[in-house]
């Protein structure tokens, strides 16, 4: 790995634009938008939430084969909110070929998930991905939506939650770089033993990362780097997405 690099994290709603901020209102599949977006930023590093494996074919792998990169680690995790007929998946692309992966399974909420009318949403299972390359650990990561469904991380239930997700990140090795859609402005309030024991610093310029309708500043997006990096450049990139493509330059310190 040189010593300076550059990483990315985007969560691509199984490659689709949106056609407006209403909740999964999206365009048909254009994996050639994301692939470009990705390619302009010239990434070491790319950890993708929401990829799409629709007939045994990934949206991540074409991306990949599309900008030079390959797909180091990958895991399809539960059937698609988008299209019924993908699964939902996450993936970290590279330029290493030879790494050590692990994808995790977090734990599922013990409280139920309803809808406004009181059906119980479908179970969509999150992972935690960890690539090693020279004894550095990247980690992608994706946390549930809780908030959909009126709880929230930092009280009630959603706290006890929080702590649950937070027994597996202290597992995490440094040096240590974690981005992804955390699904909470500020994770560090509510995983603090994790962001004490690595002493986290977030990357990302204090931005929106994800559009809304009502105004509300949302950045659910986060890279954070242990303290054996210096951070030397971020960037929140607004793209025709529900969430923007995030990039960070990180060199050992």
């Given at each position: 790995?040189?010593k300076?690099f550059?990483?990315?994290?985007?969560n691509?709603a199984?490659?689709?634009?949106?056609?407006?901020?209403?909740?999964?209102d999206y365009?048909?599949?254009?994996v050639g938008?994301f692939?470009?977006?990705v390619k302009?930023v010239?990434?070491?590093?790319?950890?993708?939430q929401e990829?799409?494996?629709c007939?045994?074919k990934?949206?991540?792998q074409?991306?990949?084969?599309?900008i030079g990169?390959?797909?180091?680690?990958?895991?399809?995790?539960s059937?698609?909110?988008?299209?019924k007929?993908c699964l939902?998946?996450?993936?970290v692309?590279?330029h290493?070929?030879r790494?050590?992966?692990k994808s995790?399974?977090l734990?599922y909420?013990d409280?139920k998930?309803l809808?406004?009318?009181?059906?119980?949403a479908?179970r969509?299972n999150?992972?935690m991905?960890?690539v090693?390359?020279?004894?550095?650990?990247?980690v992608?990561f994706?946390?549930?939506?809780?908030?959909?469904?009126?709880y929230?991380?930092?009280?009630g239930?959603?706290?006890i939650?929080?702590?649950?997700?937070?027994?597996?990140?202290?597992?995490l090795?440094?040096?240590?770089?974690?981005?992804?859609?955390?699904?909470?402005n500020?994770p560090?309030?509510i995983?603090?033993?994790?962001?004490?024991?690595?002493g986290?610093s977030?990357?990302?310029?204090?931005?929106i990362?994800?559009?809304?309708?009502?105004n509300?500043?949302?950045?659910?997006?986060?890279?954070?780097?242990?303290s054996?990096?210096?951070?030397?450049?971020?960037?929140v990139?607004?793209?025709?997405t529900d969430h923007?493509?995030?990039?960070?330059?990180?060199?050992?310190?």
């Amino acid at each position: 790995m040189p010593k300076k690099f550059r990483v990315a994290t985007w969560n691509i709603a199984g490659a689709r634009q949106i056609k407006s901020l209403n909740l999964f209102d999206y365009q048909p599949e254009d994996v050639g938008y994301f692939s470009s977006e990705v390619k302009a930023v010239k990434p070491d590093f790319v950890c993708i939430q929401e990829d799409h494996v629709c007939k045994g074919k990934s949206v991540a792998q074409q991306i990949a084969d599309s900008i030079g990169l390959n797909v180091v680690c990958s895991v399809s995790m539960s059937p698609s909110h988008i299209d019924k007929n993908c699964l939902l998946g996450m993936s970290v692309l590279s330029h290493n070929k030879r790494v050590d992966r692990k994808s995790t399974q977090l734990p599922y909420p013990d409280f139920k998930l309803l809808w406004k009318d009181g059906k119980e949403a479908e179970r969509h299972n999150k992972y935690m991905q960890v690539v090693m390359v020279e004894g550095i650990s990247v980690v992608n990561f994706f946390a549930p939506p809780i908030q959909i469904w009126g709880y929230d991380y930092d009280r009630g239930p959603g706290k006890i939650y929080a702590q649950m997700i937070e027994k597996l990140l202290l597992r995490l090795k440094r040096p240590l770089i974690i981005c992804g859609d955390f699904n909470y402005n500020e994770p560090e309030d509510i995983y603090p033993r994790f962001s004490k024991k690595c002493g986290l610093s977030e990357a990302l310029p204090k931005e929106i990362t994800r559009p809304t309708t009502n105004n509300n500043f949302e950045n659910p997006d986060h890279i954070f780097y242990s303290s054996e990096f210096l951070c030397t450049g971020a960037k929140v990139i607004k793209t025709n997405t529900d969430h923007f493509l995030c990039i960070a330059e990180l060199e050992m310190n």
